[in-house]
């Protein structure tokens, strides 16, 4: 295999352990990773860092791939198993306790609570300090022998100091007293802990560059030395700020515990997902926000990643989906907003006779709506939609056969109930007798109106008695897209309603 030291191809991983959904965090970790892959002409591999096999589960790691496909972060190897590759770790650790450099360690929990206990006291960092080491090689094999249960442990060298430079941080330190000592890399069965199968799986993947969350900075002092151990050369590291809560405190659970799949059911666009967790911790400079991902992978760079936290704030997030969707075109975004309302019973599919033709039935009223009407539907809210989700909600009133739950909805300010029903009677007559063009009906309408000393007393009864809501879009849209028969219908009732 080539060295890495003479490997000047940038390869960089995305390691996820398949514990859990992808989140957030780890979208970022794997969006980072993949902008420096395409930027420098590198290789993206994704590696399943599932060791632990009681928390590992086949459907996390489906769950992730499907993200980070549905964000468009493809890959160029794998995905390798760290559960398909334990004869490879199982080879070093046997060649690193032939060279001694790993050794066994037979102390029980109780012992090394103690021993803790102690260094506590002594206002020590907790660390284990080789007891272990002393045993000879005959008390060694006696005790394998007996079954007893052990570890394995790395023999530091005495006053070990780990530095290395973070690409984002800068010239980071370690102590090895700070990092705990001999730390354990595998246990009884051989079956190799994080730290060691990473450092080792970097060695063997040819990593060139380490990019992940700051939680790691910790780990990364332990696979120099196991790199080193193994006379690798360790590979440049980078680790991305924390993700904070707007109160630039960690991030709350709830936003924390937000999976992309859920996510994109609330209705988020995958580009603007993307793009505002790009963000979230490396900005190109100037004013702009908004890049699409192939913008982002010319841009990006670890320079430009930032060192202190960065804060997660929903309200930008659901701004640049509001973005997002008002640059969608209106085919794409009616189909995207179709299943929100089959979801929400509004309306349902029906399939023609006729093979191909897909058409959809109103719920509640029974009748027929086509793909057309639905899309003349959406684009009345294309502008102000922040979330694909919020389309069963704002523009429930298309799909009902009575929108008005109260008449209370109808009122202008001191008007009467007479002056109320004036004022619908006026609406029936001109959608009655306008001709059906938009903008001779909004120009018949608002000339109704502008006989009123406040046009709303004119236009917002009609309005309310559309769409039942206190907000919408414009009582012209709204008549355009229902249609004059609905629309008199709905006038009626309303006046029906106030008698
Ligand atoms: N498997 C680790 C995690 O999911 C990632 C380790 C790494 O990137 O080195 O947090």
Same mark, same amino acid.
């Given at each position: 295999m080539k060295n890495n030291q003479e490997n000047k191809e940038v390869r960089?991983?995305?390691?996820?352990?398949?514990?859990?959904?992808?989140?957030?965090?780890?979208?970022?970790?794997?969006?980072?990773?993949?902008?420096?892959?395409?930027?420098?002409?590198? *290789?993206?591999?994704? @590696?399943? =860092?599932?060791?632990?096999?009681?928390? %590992? #589960?086949? +459907?996390? !790691?489906?769950? $992730?791939?499907?993200?980070?496909?549905?964000?468009?972060?493809?890959?160029?190897?794998?995905?390798?198993?760290?559960?398909?590759?334990?004869?490879?770790?199982?080879?070093?650790?046997?060649?690193?306790?032939?060279?001694?450099?790993?050794?066994?360690?037979?102390?029980?929990?109780?012992?090394?609570?103690?021993?803790?206990?102690?260094?506590?006291?002594? *206002?020590?960092?907790? @660390?284990? =300090?080789?007891?272990?080491?002393?045993? %000879? #090689?005959? +008390?060694? !094999?006696?005790? $394998?022998?007996?079954?007893?249960?052990?570890?394995?442990?790395?023999?530091?060298p005495k006053n070990e100091v780990i530095e290395f430079n973070d690409e984002i941080k800068g010239r980071v330190k370690f102590d090895a007293k700070d990092i705990g000592g001999d730390f354990v890399i595998a246990r009884s069965d051989f079956s190799p802990l994080y730290n060691f199968v990473c450092a080792i799986d970097d060695f063997k993947m040819q990593i060139s560059h380490v990019i992940r969350g700051e939680e790691h900075t910790s780990n990364t002092p332990r696979q120099i030395i196991i790199q080193k151990m193994i006379g690798a050369k360790t590979p440049h590291y980078a680790h991305i700020s924390l993700i904070l809560g707007r109160d630039k405190k960690k991030l709350s659970k709830r936003d924390a515990a937000v999976s992309l799949e859920d996510y994109k059911n609330e209705g988020y666009l995958s580009q603007a997902i993307s793009n505002f967790i790009a963000l979230l911790g490396w900005h190109p400079g100037g004013e702009r926000e908004i890049y699409s991902l192939k913008e982002m992978e010319q841009l990006f760079s670890l320079k430009d990643c930032q060192k202190v936290g960065a804060i997660f704030d929903t309200k930008k997030l659901e701004y640049m989906n509001g973005q997002y969707i008002r640059k969608m075109n209106l085919d794409d975004l009616t189909k995207k907003c179709i299943p929100y309302l089959i979801n929400d019973n509004l309306i349902s599919q029906k399939k023609d006779e006729k093979e191909g033709s897909t058409d959809y039935k109103v719920s509640e009223t029974g009748e027929d709506m086509d793909f057309e009407k639905l899309s003349s539907i959406v684009s009345l809210y294309q502008e102000r939609m922040k979330k694909i989700s919020e389309i069963k909600d704002i523009a429930d009133d298309f799909f009902k056969e009575n929108v008005l739950e109260s008449k209370d909805i109808l009122s202008w300010k001191d008007m009467s109930k007479e002056n109320l029903i004036e004022s619908l009677e006026k609406g029936i007559r001109v959608i009655e007798s306008v001709e059906w063009e938009k903008s001779v009906l909004e120009e018949e309408l608002i000339k109704e109106a502008n006989t009123q000393k406040d046009r709303g007393r004119f236009l917002w009864p009609i309005r309310a008695a559309l769409t039942g809501k206190k907000a919408s879009a414009s009582p012209f849209d709204v008549i355009w897209v229902l249609g004059r028969k609905t629309s008199l219908k709905r006038l009626r009732m309303a006046i029906n309603a106030l008698n």
């Open positions: 960089v991983r995305f390691a996820p352990s398949p514990t859990g959904s992808l989140h957030i965090g780890g979208a970022r970790t794997a969006l980072f990773n993949y902008l420096y892959a395409r930027r420098n002409n590198g *290789k993206l591999i994704l @590696r399943i =860092e599932d060791t632990d096999k009681e928390r %590992s #589960k086949k +459907e996390y !790691e489906d769950n $992730i791939m499907r993200s980070l496909s549905w964000l468009g972060i493809s890959w160029d190897e794998g995905p390798y198993r760290q559960s398909e590759r334990e004869s490879i770790y199982k080879e070093y650790i046997e060649k690193l306790l032939k060279e001694e450099k790993a050794y066994y360690c037979f102390c029980k929990k109780e012992e090394l609570e103690r021993m803790r206990e102690e260094q506590r006291d002594r *206002k020590e960092p907790p @660390r284990y =300090e080789g007891k272990c080491l002393s045993l %000879s #090689k005959e +008390e060694r !094999e006696r005790r $394998i022998e007996e079954g007893k249960e052990f570890v394995l442990r790395l023999k530091i």
